[in-house]
T-cell receptor, first 111, second 113 residues
Framework: SQQGEEDPQALSIQEGENATMNCSYK?????LQWYRQNSGRGLVHLIL?????REKHSGRLRVTLDTSKKSSSLLITASRAADTASYFC???????????FGTGTRLQVFP | KAGVTQTPRYLIKTRGQQVTLSCSPI?????VSWYQQTPGQGLQFLFE???????NKGNFPGRFSGRQFSNSRSEMNVSTLELGDSALYLC????????????FGPGTRLTVL
């Protein structure tokens, strides 16, 4: 399967804590993106990091990319109950425009 | 600007039937991609259309087909439905083919009995 792996599969934390999700992928990439999905709904694009970047920030989100290990992490700081959702990484390689999604992490933030 | 819309939102069919799902992209977006999401297989790419032409195709049987109209609206069709086709079908649009950011619709939940 081309699909990337994410861990943990599920994560439960209290409001105010930080949440870290990891993504590993198999092929060389052009960029890696993170998406969020609220229960059974469409996905929302959060952030994109290019293969020549190592870290990127957007609000409370911090993404890192290690192309030598073919892995990325998404950190959500000071989490809120509204952050409860599934988070997916998706990769795009140089030779195809297809987005390959990871297996997702289900995040539950308790108030 | 209105988002991506998908119709119908929910659909129940029986094995052997066929189904057509519709997707209207964001105004001005010319690329439409389709994905299938199931608990077992996760999110899988079906196909992408741009300017009424299929640009990319995932690893799905020929029972899955699609098309795009001149106004960029897209339809996907699944013939001879199987139980395993039960899934959330998501459509995503982007301004141009291969754009990095895709905008997703709410999905069509298909249940095959």
């Amino acid at each position: 399967s081309q699909q990337g792996e994410e861990d943990p599969q599920a994560l439960s934390i209290q409001e105010g804590e930080n949440a870290t999700m990891n993504c590993s992928y198999k092929t060389s990439i052009n960029n890696l993106q993170w998406y969020r999905q609220n229960s059974g709904r469409g996905l929302v694009h959060l952030i994109l990091i290019r293969s020549n970047e190592r870290e990127k920030h957007s609000g409370r989100l911090r993404v890192t990319l290690d192309t030598s290990k073919k892995s990325s992490s998404l950190l959500i700081t000071a989490s809120r109950a509204a952050d409860t959702a599934s988070y997916f990484c998706a990769t795009k390689s140089d030779n195809t425009d297809k987005l390959i999604f990871g297996t997702g992490t289900r995040l539950q933030v308790f108030p | 600007k209105a988002g991506v819309t998908q119709t119908p939102r929910y659909l129940i069919k029986t094995r052997g039937q066929q189904v057509t799902l519709s997707c209207s992209p964001i105004s001005g977006h010319r690329s439409v991609s389709w994905y299938q999401q199931t608990p077992g297989q996760g999110l899988q790419f079906l196909f992408e259309y741009f300017s009424e032409t299929q640009r990319n195709k995932g690893n799905f049987p020929g029972r899955f087909s699609g098309r795009q109209f001149s106004n960029s609206r897209s339809e996907m069709n699944v013939s001879t439905l199987e139980l395993g086709d039960s899934a959330l079908y998501l459509c995503a649009s982007s301004r141009l083919a291969g754009d990095n950011e895709q905008f997703f619709g709410p999905g069509t939940r298909l249940t095959v009995l």
